[in-house]
């Protein structure tokens, strides 16, 4: 996309989707660094590790024991990108590891994690609200939950617990 000074502009939101698809799995770009989840669309690192996060913390509902392979499997990712990702989330704070690889939150990634889920909940509801289907409302819930800024999202959940039955 052309900025009006005529150079190219190489921010994230100007990139077409299908120059993304046709890029490797970490894209890198003047600004901006990023990987494409299982559904072949770019996700910036924020999102990538709050996704991460949000799904280590529902298979904890589900589960006691959650290990690496866990979290692969859930989103259909290799064991080496899990593993990666892992480590980053360990080195962030976010999580600590067992020697037998048992993944555990820490106290700063639990909160953030259940911000996240939250976060989901809410624009899952208000899009539910203003018509979606369920799916539909899951779907965009999940890519709106990591753009959105915090006042927003305050102002959403204000309207969707204004609203409930």
Do not use: W
């Not at 989840?37 to 589960?63: C, D, P, V, W």
């Not at 020697?99 to 939150?105: A, K």
Request: net charge positive; charged share 30%.
């Amino acid at each position: 996309m052309q900025k009006a000074s005529g150079k190219k502009c190489t921010r994230f939101c100007c990139f077409g989707r299908e120059a993304l698809y046709k890029r490797a799995k970490v894209v890198y770009n003047y600004t901006n660094v990023g990987v494409k989840n299982a559904k072949g669309i770019f996700m910036k690192y924020r999102e990538s590790e709050e996704m991460y996060l949000e799904t280590i913390l529902l298979l904890s509902k589900q589960k006691t024991d959650i290990h690496s392979i866990d979290i692969a499997a859930e989103l259909n990712f290799s064991k080496p990108s899990v593993s990666r990702a892992v480590g980053l989330l360990e080195k962030n704070g976010y999580i600590t590891r067992s020697e037998s690889g048992e993944i555990r939150f820490t106290e700063s990634g639990l909160k953030k994690a259940t911000h996240i889920y939250e976060r989901h909940r809410i624009i899952t509801a208000l899009l539910e609200v203003v018509g979606a289907d369920k799916e539909l409302a899951e779907e965009n819930a999940c890519r709106i939950e990591h753009v959105i800024s915090e006042e927003m999202f305050e102002i959403m959940k204000s309207f969707v617990e204004s609203h409930k039955n």
